[in-house]
């Protein structure tokens, strides 16, 4: 009984918890990518993932999975850590404004909705979709005013790489790769994000590195907080909520992203970004109210 009140207490704190630490990702990518290349940043992260999971396995023994199920893994982690990391961190790095990539992202809970209807068979309601419309339209005041500059083809092509990747490996997850003990299904999915990234870092970029306690603090920081408690946090609602319902919490990243900026850089939110944290709430409220709970 317990352990079942403790999985409770979990469940109903995860949502709030995923969406601080998520959004903190792109406080630590700011501050991480003027000290290195984001493929480079990206394989030193996901390096340090694998070190770090390694001995966990070798003192835990966890099941390790049949060859089918590894696959499964191994494509979760190009999708979700692949495509999705290496796109924001090479939009951001090109001069797409951050504001912009956030929204561009957002459109996931749409995207996923549309395909959860018809690839895992859940039902999307109508006050659901009407939430999933006014999130977007938070975010979209959210960001406003923010998406200014001069950006490449390339940077746009990465971030809807990065749209594409989260949505698609947010559902694979959820179907193929949920099985899994999270230690090995993590240290399969950054091994094979970390390859990928290893090989675009060898390729296209100078691999340069300077150490500085910023740049440490901020690998640290998306090692840790992101890639261990956010990433295994976002798991864990998959396994125990419809997809529709864990995509709707992306709506409240930009708007938390920009509170911390303004915390931490003194970034000014324009009254538009305040309204528009409020209707994301409301979305998100929407997307995740089931009107019949409490009828028995």
Not at 12 to 21: E, H, K
Not at 84 to 98: D, E, H, N, R, T
């Amino acid at each position: 009984m317990r352990n079942r009140s403790l999985e409770d207490l979990l469940i109903i704190a995860a949502p709030a918890v995923f969406v601080v630490l998520w959004s903190s990702g792109f406080i630590g990518s700011k501050a991480g990518l003027p000290f290195a290349e984001p493929m480079t940043f990206l394989t030193l992260r996901m390096i340090a993932l694998v070190v770090l999971l390694a001995p966990v396995l070798i003192v835990t023994r966890p099941p390790w999975p049949r060859r089918s199920a590894i696959l499964h893994n191994v494509v979760a982690g190009l999708l979700v850590h692949g495509l999705y990391l290496g796109g924001v961190f090479v939009s951001i790095y090109q001069g797409l404004p951050a504001g912009l990539v956030a929204l561009v992202v957002a459109l996931q809970p749409v995207l996923t909705s549309t395909l959860a209807n018809r690839w895992l068979g859940e039902p999307v309601a109508l006050h659901q979709w009407a939430g999933l419309v006014l999130g977007l339209v938070g975010v979209a005041l959210v960001v406003q005013g923010k998406t200014a500059g001069d950006t490449s083809f390339f940077a746009w092509t990465a971030v809807f790489v990065a749209l594409i990747g989260i949505t698609v490996g947010t559902l694979y997850q959820k179907r193929f790769a949920g099985g899994v003990d999270w230690r090995a299904g993590f240290l399969i999915q950054y091994a094979a994000a970390g390859l990928l990234f290893g090989i675009a870092a060898y390729a296209f970029e100078t691999r340069e590195v300077h150490w500085t306690p910023e740049f440490i603090l901020a690998l640290g920081w998306l090692v840790v907080v992101l890639s261990l408690g956010a990433i295994w946090l976002l798991y864990f609602m998959i396994r125990r909520s419809a997809a529709t319902r864990v995509a709707s919490l992306f709506y409240l990243t930009p708007p938390v992203t920009a509170l911390m900026a303004w915390l931490l850089f003194d970034e000014r939110l324009q009254p538009l970004a305040l309204l528009g944290m409020a209707i994301c709430v409301v979305g998100v409220f929407l997307v995740n109210w089931r009107p019949y709970a409490f009828r028995s």
